[in-house]
């Protein structure tokens, strides 16, 4: 929960002094602004609070999101950026606080439902950090910013690695059946590991650049990245850490 709250503090600090005609700037989301980007993660904490508190008024959202399910998301988007941005971001500020509480009062072995897998209190709290991280990220690069990588990656990290098959579900493939090693370098230069030592398949580079690849902010080819064996070859051209259908990813540049 500290480091939650760090990054979503990091982030209220990139946006916090802009203008209001800077939340209108484009980031490398196609259609999205900054506004678009903070309203996203406010309505996402909104959403997860309710299914911390109301679980019962969480499924009714899923029921009424499963039929639109490839723009609900964009839609919900679309109306927070609507508003002015100092109430934008106050209230993004308010709920984000409010979730914090809520997290840490889930009873240790519930379940949260969600629009994936239910999911517990500490994996919810890490799945909004990757969210906080990525959105950043695109927010950083629409300002020409360039944010210093934490320790806090290793949280995005893990939900990479742990959603190794579901990102070949999306695609309409098969998983492999044996585990991948991921051999990842921090921020201060640690080696991060994840899998046996002797697995067949590998992937290995800068923690960052495998984060950017897993939330789908970066393209293979613009990456650090070093691969051993065929099925993790095709897992870097597929990685998908956020839930939802397959996202497009990001072209590599030029």
């Not at 490839?70 to 508003?83: G, I, K, L, S, T």
Request: proline share 8%.
């Amino acid at each position: 929960m500290a480091d939650l709250t760090a990054e979503s503090d990091s982030l209220d600090d990139l946006v916090a002094e802009l203008p209001a005609e800077a939340w209108a700037t484009d980031t490398p989301a196609a259609g999205w602004t900054i506004a678009h980007q903070i309203g996203h993660l406010l309505w996402t904490d909104r959403v997860s609070l309710i299914a911390c508190t109301d679980p019962d008024r969480f499924a009714e959202m899923l029921a009424e999101a499963a039929p639109k399910a490839a723009v609900f998301v964009d839609e919900a988007a679309e109306v927070e950026a609507a508003r002015p941005p100092a109430e934008l971001l106050a209230d993004w500020r308010t709920t984000r606080a409010t979730l914090a509480g809520a997290l840490c009062a889930v009873p240790d072995g519930t379940k949260l439902p969600w629009f994936g897998p239910p999911m517990s209190a500490s994996s919810m709290a890490t799945a909004r950090i990757m969210e906080t991280w990525a959105h950043g990220l695109d927010i950083a690069d629409a300002l020409g910013i360039t944010r210093e990588p934490t320790e806090r990656l290793r949280h995005v990290a893990h939900i990479g690695v742990r959603t190794r098959d579901f990102a070949y579900m999306v695609n309409g493939k098969t998983p492999p059946t044996e585990p991948f090693r991921y051999e990842l370098t921090g921020p201060t230069g640690q080696i991060w590991t994840w899998g046996p030592d002797d697995a067949s398949n590998v992937v290995r580079g800068p923690a960052l650049d495998f984060c950017e690849l897993a939330t789908q902010r970066r393209h293979i080819d613009d990456l650090a990245l070093t691969t051993v064996g065929d099925d993790a070859a095709e897992w870097v051209t597929i990685a998908q850490c956020f839930a939802g259908p397959p996202g497009g990813g990001r072209a590599p540049s030029a």
